[in-house]
């Protein structure tokens, strides 16, 4: 039991990033499917990105990263942070997309799906290193 409490510990923010970004990332690909079947596929994947970046937001500040602050300039500089590198990602994210559907022809829900495994891996990087830094 100790070994699966030392696990936990040390791979808290792993564990929990996945999972989270999991609920994430199906909100993505959920919103994006949804849209894309009435409006362009570029359109689309802004609007997903909105909702995803919501609920990412909310989770990793809260129970990915636990990060709480006691001031509002704290907590303002922290979501400028966030929105501002994903809106780095959305850049990768959307170049992707076109590349895959509108340059390869690929399926725009294959393509979504695979861009972000991509996505993931960067505002994970982003999220750890950038925003939700350890206050230690």
Known sequence: MDNLK???YKYHDIITYVFFGGITTLVNI???DLCNYVMNYQIA???AWFASVIVAYVTNKLWVFNSHYDNWNA???ELFLFFGLR???LVLD?????VGISL?????LLVKILDQVVVIAS???FSKYFIFKSKK
């Open 123 to 125: 505002n994970y990087i």
């Open 45 to 47: 994947n802004i609007i």
């Open 87 to 89: 809106i780095a990602s």
């Open 75 to 77: 907590v303002f500089k």
């Open 104 to 108: 390869l022809g690929w399926d725009a």
């Open 94 to 98: 959307q170049a992707i997309m076109t």
């Open 6 to 8: 030392s696990l936990w």
């Open 30 to 32: 959920v919103v994006f």
